[in-house]
């Protein structure tokens, strides 16, 4: 099933024009700079906003299309604006039942319990909202957009205004609804390193148009797109945790190119987890080097090079059919004779362990 969006949207000298199909199923990120149209287009997906000529349909369910228009709140959708809007003289527990009520018994496929336990809220329940942590008022937000069942979770920029200490904390929480839960979310960001944790799928939008779409591990690594020659640059990867090694303290994690080896993590065997390499923190040699302190080095191939001003060049290599970018200066491209099918071992002097 496919999320189908076209919009053609006009007001206060913007405008944006966008012809979205999207899967029904995982995170999908709307990102890009501020101004460039990610609100207006998650707003207008609501219903919070009607343009006319716009056309959305979610899954087999026509929300938008000629004269038709299903009003927000006809429409089975939970919505997690970046301020929580609690209401102040209700508990959390009254504020989750709030919006039940409007929903019939036969469509509530997500317990009010699940969804308490989902956010780790059972312990507040009978607190006001004005005596909660930031991070805590967001949580039980999303907990009572979760409460009504919804077909669709649509999210803007929910980590917005939270101190670092709120945002570790509820990013666990939000992974949870990718793993747990198989409702489609639309999360609107503008911070990156939100985007790679969590997202399954990427629309780029710049200045009221959309540039491109695409699974997560591709755009970030697509040389024709800017994600990949930002100063953090990088690529994401899945992999399964294959064991632990309790006497170096190491964990080793499976990928399609081969075996990571990071500091030891309290993981069980099998379980997934999401990986990211800085392209600053990958270096290239031509042999496999076994007098050096780095563990992991994986044999590549050089897909595509560009050049990134005058002293540096980015190169995305395939390694077991992932792609991986490097950023190595212009002379050292020179003196491996790097071009696109040239054999190299991509050396990896840091992992950051996303989930």
Known sequence: MTIEARFHIEKAGFTQDVDLCLPARGITALFGPSGCGKTTLLRAIAGLERHAGGFLKV????WQEGNRFIPPHRRPLGYVFQEASLFAHLTVRCNLEYGIKRVPKSARRISLQQTIELLGIGHLLDRKPGLLSGGERQRVAIARALAVSPRLLLMDEPLTGLDLASKQEILPYLESLHDELEIPVIYVSHVLEEITRMADYLVLLEAGRVVATGAIHEMLTRLDLPLAHDSDASAIFEATVAGNDKDYHL????????????IRKELPVGSAVRLRVAARDVSLTLEHQSDTSILNIFPA?????IPEGKAHVTVRLMVGGISMLASVTLKSASVLDLHPGKSV??????????S
């Open 345 to 354: 071992y991509a050396q990896v002097k840091s992992v950051a362990l996303l």
């Open 59 to 62: 899954g087999d369910m026509t």
């Open 301 to 305: 191939t050089v897909d595509e090079i």
């Open 251 to 262: 964990t080793y994690l499976d990928f399609a190119g081969g075996q990571f080896t990071v």
